[in-house]
């Protein structure tokens, strides 16, 4: 079986707290995006689970990514039998755009599938939750409002049809999502009061850029100008609204269509 996991993009991302186990609660508006992908694919295997990364060049034990984990969630409860996953990695690593999470929660649904399990979205989102808080919201993969630490969902509507969305990576920077939460909410306490981000996206696109803002930008900024500078170049570029997606390095644009 193949399949080509999306990323998303981040449209608001408060940081509204640390919580006592370790996590901080937010609110964001997770949006699929289509622009790019992965490619996975899942067959069966002889006598034991097998994993291949190709593509990207990646940092992490191969036997230690969140699609094995997903395997091994799965597995632990239902018996799976072995498989071998092939993986090219498309989708740029520590960009913010959730390419890791996307690939554990589209090889929970592939292997729900081939094995006739018979989860529903809601059960399956529950397994995710437990890979990564940004996980679950690919099971559902359209806009959804995230709450919590991203893992609590719920439907969002919005129509941005109407706008041309544009992703772009600064070439070579990577961002660690410890990197991004170290000082978030110290800055944040100096910051401008803002409205809630529900509130916010209320408003017309056009009315975003100084209400619907991304907690992560004030920490990622200093340490990474590059990241900055190409906001910066979409709203001279002619952007109605850019920002920072997740915990960087991806940057976003909604542009009028020509």
């Keep these: ?3 080509c996991p999306n990323p998303k993009i981040n449209i608001g991302l408060n940081v509204l707290r640390k919580r006592p186990d370790g996590f901080h609660d ?3 508006l997770f949006v699929p995006y289509f622009g790019m992908a992965d490619e996975l ?6 006598s034991k689970l097998n994993i291949r990364i190709i593509g990207q060049k990646v940092d992490w034990d191969p036997k230690k990514d969140l699609t094995v984990k997903a395997y091994e969630i799965l597995d632990a409860d239902f018996n799976l039998p072995p498989v ?4 090219r990695k498309n989708i740029p690593v520590g960009a913010g755009l959730g390419g890791g999470s996307s690939d554990a929660a589209f090889a929970l649904k592939m292997l729900n599938e081939m094995f006739s399990i018979g989860l529903d979205d809601s059960a399956l989102a529950g ?3 437990r ?16 709450t919590g630490r991203g893992e609590v969902l719920e439907p969002y509507d919005i129509d941005l049809s109407a706008w041309q969305l544009r992703v772009e990576v600064p070439s ?32 017309p696109v056009e009315c975003w850029k100084d209400v619907v803002v991304n907690d992560f930008e004030a920490t990622v900024f200093p340490l990474h100008p590059e990241i900055q500078a190409l906001k910066r170049r979409f709203y001279d570029d002619g952007a109605v ?4 997606s997740g915990s960087g390095s991806s940057v976003f644009g909604l542009f009028g269509k020509q």
């Design 127 to 129: 397994y995710a939750a």
């Design 172 to 203: 070579g920077v990577a961002v660690s999502t410890a990197e991004a939460y170290r000082g978030v909410l110290a800055a944040k306490n100096t910051a401008i009061a803002l409205p809630p981000l529900k509130e916010a996206l209320k408003g």
């Design 1 to 3: 079986m193949k399949t």
């Design 241 to 244: 609204y850019a920002a920072m």
């Design 131 to 146: 890979l990564g808080s940004d996980c679950a919201f690919f099971i559902y993969n359209r806009p959804m409002f995230g």
């Design 26 to 28: 937010l609110e964001t």
């Design 84 to 87: 071998e996953i092939v993986l």
């Design 41 to 46: 694919e899942i067959v069966d295997a002889g």
